[in-house]
């Protein structure tokens, strides 16, 4: 059994914490055997590495850290660091993970929020940086849509399998993104279906992949507040945009009051502090 397919395997049943331990000791393949032999359940044994990593690349490439294009960011995640990755256009993440910023939001997003989601990740972009987004409707779409309008390709971290958008109707920009020398990663092997609990790791893995989160409006309870609060975890820089918007920007309020965000009433700001 290969590496790549053995640690396919774990990043399918295990969190990479609960095999760090054992990766630091013996290869994946001795890891995944271990597994096999201590999961009395039968599961892990009527599953076959090699051909769900073989089915799973006729879709996208599954990236280990031994590979060229494994984000080295990554690495500030020690133990929680991912075994492995789900990528379209995997070719061009090296370039485009040098310089990430996250631009994120509300998926029901004011119209005011989408003007400043499209003023910042413009400027961002002008300015060399990859915008990263979650494909998601509001912030996230409009991010990447303003980026790719001035030809700066972005990336895009799904919280699902990398065969299907998500959200469904956002397969035509996800297209647009990994066709125009982006890319789109996933925790993720394909089929896999969006949950709770994969919202909150694909959040997280926004939030490692950049060098900054820009929280352009964000509910007190929005999933953008997942990865902010993620961007804190793992020091990274978080700038929030002030507004009025009331209840609508509540978490940018609240991280601002409480000094865990930068304030950042300006795209030029942005530049500045990045």
């Not at 395997?9 to 969190?15: E, G, I, N």
């Not at 095999?19 to 597994?35: F, K």
């Not at 009527?46 to 990236?63: A, D, I, K």
Request: proline share 7%; with cysteine; aromatic share 4%.
């Amino acid at each position: 059994m290969s590496d790549r397919a053995a640690l396919a395997a774990l990043s399918s049943h295990f969190t990479p914490d609960q095999v760090a331990a054992d990766l630091a000791q013996y290869s994946p393949a001795e890891v995944w055997q271990q597994r096999v032999r201590l999961d009395n359940t039968g599961r892990l044994a009527q599953y076959r590495p090699e051909t769900e990593l073989s089915n799973g690349q006729l879709t996208c490439r599954f990236v280990i850290p031994t590979d060229a294009q494994w984000p080295g960011a990554l690495a500030d995640l020690g133990p929680a660091c991912p075994l492995g990755l789900w990528v379209r256009g995997h070719d061009q993440l090296p370039k485009l993970a040098t310089s990430t910023v996250v631009v994120t939001g509300n998926r029901a997003a004011s119209p005011e929020a989408i003007e400043r989601s499209t003023a910042f990740a413009t400027a961002v972009a002008e300015a060399g940086h990859t915008v990263a987004a979650a494909l998601a409707y509001g912030v996230d779409a409009a991010a990447h849509e303003a980026a790719h309008l001035i030809g700066g390709p972005t990336l895009a971290v799904l919280p699902r399998g990398l065969d299907q958008a998500y959200p469904h109707n956002h397969a035509p920009l996800l297209n647009t993104i990994t066709e125009n020398g982006g890319a789109a990663v996933s925790l993720y092997r394909p089929g896999t279906v969006t949950s709770g609990a994969t919202l909150k790791a694909s959040a997280a893995l926004l939030a490692a992949l950049s060098r900054a989160v820009i929280l352009i409006e964000a509910l007190d309870h929005a999933q953008a507040l997942r990865t902010a609060e993620a961007a804190i975890t793992f020091k990274r820089t978080l700038l929030a945009v002030p507004s009025d918007g009331g209840v609508r920007a509540g978490g940018n309020a609240r991280l601002i009051a409480e000094r865990r965000a930068l304030p950042c009433p300006s795209p030029a700001r942005a530049l500045e502090l990045l």
